[in-house]
């Protein structure tokens, strides 16, 4: 039997008070829609059918933009009237083939774990349908479980439908089902809207098949939490700390110190070596790989970058799309923008900025610099206050500079330019082309200086 999933992202979330579409609201840098897409690729479905309607455009637009591995598996339906979940997993069925188990997820719940919902196809043997329950410390707002006194499931009564002694039930639905097709080809078009919304609801599915003697199953999951959907902005700010607490106790887990796991931001994928040591309020986007005995100082913002073994990364430095090796120094408050290599026992120091910058073993950048389109050798020593001038306002130019070279503080080295292996660059020096230095030599350029005595300094 293949599998196909079905996602409603159709809804406005008018609770948001945004004019973004609810689903494309972000838990970790990444929409709430995506996670669901992400976790309904972990179970080789044959399809997964997107329901969308408000602002359809711009969610279709973040489908088109998912990695092609995505995208090859998402078509998409469009709810043109909001008129309940019902309505809306009967939009996506003219594609979904008869004697395929469907699977209906939201877009708005992009916590829930694969595993669980593995679980949840897997109670569909031998049934219709199978509903996903949990338990909530505070059932308010969620459809309750109604049970025959055969304890099994008799029917799902929204909120605002619940009688006072409902209302008491603390099993809730979540929404998210399991059922075969052809069942769902035959019973969604018979659904009622006699309800306090006036609309087709889903769940009013289960009620329907149990009346008739269908088998209808109920799993209970483990946790509330992890289920939890989104319709307001302070229930994201909810997912997305229990979303990092996830990735903090996983990295904790696998061996990694955090020095207060409630201040860690992970909106990517983080791989660790052994002791690696994270300080509070680090933020890791995109692909982060750090090496063994790495240390991330407190305020570091990481994206896409490779740090190898015995690195230090000080405090607030900002570092995105660089290769770092072993045993470097950086910052702290030093920016590193893409396109960086630094080799081994690299330091980058306080307020230095370099980008598509290459530098060599041993090579010393301590203060106040920028180093950009500029392959540098190793053991080189970089002073205060040194630019690389790699733009004449219209195109970039590369500046080389080769081994033991000793740039003296307030250079510019004006590209294109090279400087030899050996050569000595003396403070307060402009190097361009112009200038030819053998290796080992001495450059120094020096204004003659004008000394006025009894100067008459300006007064208001």
Do not use: W
């Amino acid at each position: 039997m293949s599998l196909e999933i079905v996602i409603l992202a159709a809804g406005k979330g008018k609770r948001m008070h945004s004019a973004l579409p609810k689903v494309l609201h972000r838990v970790a840098n990444r929409p709430m829609l995506e996670h669901v897409i992400r976790t309904s690729a972990e179970l080789n479905p044959k399809a997964i059918h997107v329901v969308i309607g408000h602002m359809a455009e711009k969610v279709e637009q973040m489908l088109n933009d998912l990695p092609e591995e995505l995208r090859k598996l998402v078509t998409i339906s469009v709810q043109e009237e909001q008129l309940g979940t019902g309505h809306a997993v009967n939009c996506a069925m003219p594609k979904v083939a008869d004697d395929s188990d469907v699977l209906v997820l939201y877009g708005d719940t992009p916590l829930t774990p694969a595993d669980l919902l593995k679980d949840l196809i897997a109670s569909l043997a031998g049934n219709e349908l199978s509903v996903l329950s949990a338990i909530a410390p505070n059932p308010y707002g969620y459809g309750r479980i109604i049970r025959g006194s055969d304890n099994k499931l008799k029917a799902i009564v929204e909120e605002k439908d619940a009688t006072d002694e409902q209302r008491k039930i603390d099993e809730v639905n979540t929404g998210m089902i399991v059922c075969k097709a052809s069942v769902l080809k035959e019973y969604l078009p018979k659904l009622k809207n006699n309800n306090a919304q006036g609309e087709y609801y889903l769940t009013d599915l289960s009620g329907q098949l149990s009346s008739e003697g269908k088998a209808v199953n109920i799993l209970i999951a483990p946790d509330f939490d992890i289920l939890s959907g989104v319709n307001s902005k302070p229930q994201l700010a909810f997912v997305e700390r229990l979303y990092q607490k996830n990735q903090a106790d996983k990295l904790m887990v696998a061996g990694v110190t955090l020095a207060d796991p409630q201040r860690i931001d992970v909106r990517g994928e983080l791989t660790c070596g052994e002791d690696v040591f994270i300080d509070i309020n680090c933020i890791f986007e995109g692909k982060v790989v750090l090496g063994n005995n790495v240390k991330i100082c407190a305020g570091c913002v990481i994206k896409n970058c490779t740090i190898g073994d015995n690195s230090v990364i000080s405090p607030y430095s900002v570092l995105e799309d660089s290769e770092i090796k072993k045993a470097a120094t950086i910052g702290p408050f030093a920016r590193l923008r893409p396109g960086n290599v630094l080799e081994d026992n690299v330091h980058v120091g306080n307020f230095v900025e370099c980008k598509k910058a290459h530098l060599g073993v041993g090579t010393k950048a301590g203060h106040l610099s920028y180093l950009g389109d500029a392959e540098i050798g190793k053991d080189v020593n970089i002073g205060a206050g040194t630019i690389t001038c790699n733009y004449d306002g219209a195109n970039k130019f590369k500046t080389v500079i080769g081994d033991d070279v000793f740039v003296g503080s307030d250079t510019q080295l004006v590209a294109p330019v090279t400087v030899k292996n050996g050569v000595t660059i003396g403070a307060g020096t402009t190097v361009t082309r112009r200038i030819k230095a053998n290796e080992g030599a001495l450059i120094i350029t020096r204004a003659q200086a004008t000394v006025i005595d009894n100067y008459p300094r300006p007064h208001k």
